[in-house]
C-alpha cells in the first residue's frame, strides 16, 4: 500500500446490485490513485452504499451512516436510499455528500472533494478485471440496469428507473476479463434479466470481430463460451427463456434459474401487477424440465399481500407442491413508504402472515428435503467455497452462492477455493449435500503449464 496515496473506505448494504455498483466505484477510484482503507480510521473519507428497498433496509442504513460518522466523521452517502436525500439528512445532517443509485460520476466528484486525488492520474494500479467484493473464484455480471415494469409493492424503478442495457460486447469483454483473471462462475443479475437489450432493440455489437446482438439467448451464448460456470439470476417466465433451455442442456451454461415468481394466486399476482402474471407457470416448467431434466429452479414469494385471502394462500401451497420448486425464499410484505401496494385496502394482519409464512416454509422444506434426498448416490460437480484442515464445502450448479445450500466435503485434502472437482453425494440434509471426492480435480501438468507460458509471451 502506498503510505501517501489518498484514502477511501466504503461500506457496500443491500443486493448484489448494489454491490456491483461498490465494485465500480472502487475500480474508478483506484484507478484514479486512491488506496481502499479496510478500516474506519484509515480512511480519509467513508462511502456508504445504501439498501432503501424495505424499511428495515432503509433502517440498516441508516444506522451504517451513524455508525462511520461516529467512527470516520467523513461520509458519503450513495445507493437506493440516496433516492432521499431529505430523509438521510433529517438523521444525520453531517453527512459531506448524497448521490443516489447508478451516480458513479457523483460519487466520484464527492470524493474528490472530500479527498483531493493523486497528481498523477494515469498510473496504472488497476487490475483489468476491475476490483471485486466477492471472492475471487465467482463474480456478478450486471447486464443491465433500472426496470420497465411496474410491479405495485416495489419501488426499483423509482429509484433506479427504466431499463438501461449495456451492449452485449461490453458485458461479454468484461466476463472475458473476469474469467481470465481466474473467476469460475459469472452470476449474470439485472433486475429483469429476461427483458435485456429491449430498450436496445437489440443492437448487435462487435465482439471478436462477431456481431452480438444485445438479448439473453445470444449473450448466453457467448458467456457459454469462456469456459467458466454462468448462473443467471431474476429471469421472468417470459416465452424467450425457453431459448435458453437447450443451452443449459448443453452443458454451455448451468441448468439452472432463478424466476421470483411472487405467487400463484390470480387475483394476488393482479393486485402485485406482476409481468408474465396470465402464463401457465406450471406447463411452462413441465416443458423445461422436459427440455432440461437437471434443471434447478429457485423462487421467491411474498405472502401477506395486501388482499391475500386464506384460499389465495391455499391456491399459493397448491402451485408449491405442483411445481416442486428446488430452492424457495420467502418474505412477509412489508408496507414500504412510496410504493402503491402500501395504501392498497385489506391490509393482512402481521399475526396471519407470520402464520402464513411459517406454513410456507414448512411446506416447501418438506419438498426440499425430498428432492435432496433423491441426489443421493448421484455424481454432481462442485466448486469448492472453503477449505479447512477438516474439509471442505462448496456449492453444485443447483447451489447460487448466499442464498441456496452448500455442499459439505468432509475429511477431503488437497482442494483449494475455486477448484471444481467431481464428487460421489453420500447423505442430504434438507438443504444441503455431503459429498466426497470422486475424482480429484484436475490441474494442468507442468508440461501444460509451460507451454501455456510461453504461449502467452508469444
Ligand atoms: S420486475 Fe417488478 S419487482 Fe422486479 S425490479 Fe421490476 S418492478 Fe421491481
Known amino acids: 500500500m ?22 465500480r466505484i472502487l ?10 482503507s479496510p478500516t474506519y480510521e484509515g480512511a480519509g473519507v467513508v462511502i456508504v452504499n445504501t439498501c432503501g428497498f424495505l424499511d428495515s433496509a432503509r433502517a440498516e442504513s441508516l444506522e451504517a451512516i451513524g455508525e462511520a460518522l461516529a467512527e470516520n466523521g467523513r461520509v458519503i452517502v450513495t445507493g437506493c436510499l440516496g433516492a432521499d436525500p431529505e430523509a438521510i439528512r433529517a438523521t444525520h445532517p453531517k453527512v459531506l455528500a448524497i448521490t443516489g443509485p447508478h451516480q458513479y460520476e457523483q460519487v466520484v466528484q464527492a470524493v474528490h472533494a472530500a479527498v483531493a486525488p493523486p497528481h498523477d492520474p494515469y498510473t496504472s ?36 428507473g427504466d431499463l438501461v442495457s449495456r451492449p452485449a460486447a461490453e458485458v461479454l469483454r468484461e466476463a472475458e ?16 434479466t429476461s427483458a435485456y437489450g429491449r430498450d436496445l432493440q437489440h443492437a448487435p455489437s462487435l465482439w471478436h470481430e462477431r456481431s452480438v446482438p444485445a438479448r439473453l439467448t445470444e449473450l448466453a451464448q457467448g458467456l457459454g463460451e469462456l469456459g467458466v460456470w454462468v448462473r443467471l439470476m ?18 454451455k451454461i448451468l441448468p439452472y434459474l432463478d424466476i421470483p415468481f411472487q405467487h400463484a394466486s390470480p387475483s394476488v399476482l393482479k393486485a402485485m401487477r406482476r409481468p ?19 434443471l434447478t429452479v429457485r423462487s421467491t414469494f411474498i405472502v401477506g399481500f395486501p388482499g391475500e385471502t386464506e384460499a389465495d394462500f391455499q391456491a399459493l401451497l397448491d402451485w408449491l407442491a405442483a411445481a416442486e420448486l428446488d430452492r424457495v425464499g420467502c418474505f412477509r410484505f412489508e408496507a414500504v413508504a412510496g410504493v402503491p401496494a402500501s395504501t392498497f385496502a385489506d391490509a393482512v394482519p402481521a399475526e396471519v402472515a407470520q402464520e402464513r409464512w411459517h406454513r410456507f416454509m414448512a411446506a416447501q422444506k418438506t419438498i426440499s428435503g425430498r428432492k435432496m434426498k433423491a441426489r443421493i448416490g448421484r455424481k454432481i460437480d462442485v466448486l469448492i467455497d472453503a477449505v479447512d484442515e477438516t474439509g471442505a464445502v462448496g456449492r453444485s450448479a443447483a447451489d447460487a452462492p448466499e442464498v441456496d445450500g452448500q455442499v459439505f466435503l468432509p475429511d477431503v485434502s488437497g482442494l483449494t477455493v475455486g477448484d471444481v472437482v467431481r464428487c460421489k453425494v453420500l447423505d442430504a440434509r434438507d438443504y444441503d ?14 508440461r501444460e503449464r509451460l507451454q501455456t507460458r510461453q504461449g502467452r509471451r508469444r
Open 27 to 36: 475500480t474508478r477510484l483506484v484507478a484514479e490513485g486512491y488506496t481502499v
Open 125 to 160: 494500479l488497476v487490475p483489468p478485471q476491475g476490483l471485486h467484493l466477492t471472492p475471487r473464484h465467482y463474480a456478478y455480471l450486471k447486464i443491465s440496469e433500472g426496470c420497465d415494469n411496474r410491479c405495485s409493492f416495489c419501488l426499483i424503478p423509482q429509484l433506479r
Open 2 to 23: 502506498n503510505a501517501s496515496a489518498p484514502t477511501v473506505g466504503l461500506v457496500s448494504l443491500g443486493c448484489p446490485k448494489a454491490l456491483v455498483d461498490s465494485e
Open 234 to 251: 431474476y429471469v421472468y417466465p417470459y416465452p424467450s427463456v425457453d431459448e435458453v433451455l437447450p443451452l443449459m442442456a448443453e452443458g
Open 276 to 294: 408474465a402474471a396470465q402464463d401457465r407457470t406450471l406447463e411452462r416448467l413441465a416443458r423445461w424440465r422436459s427440455v432440461c431434466p437437471d
Open 177 to 192: 476479463r473476469l474469467a481470465q483473471a481466474g473467476v469460475k462462475e459469472l452470476i449474470v443479475i439485472s433486475q429483469d
Open 433 to 446: 449435500l455431503i459429498a466426497t471426492l470422486d475424482a480429484p480435480p484436475a490441474r494442468p501438468s507442468v
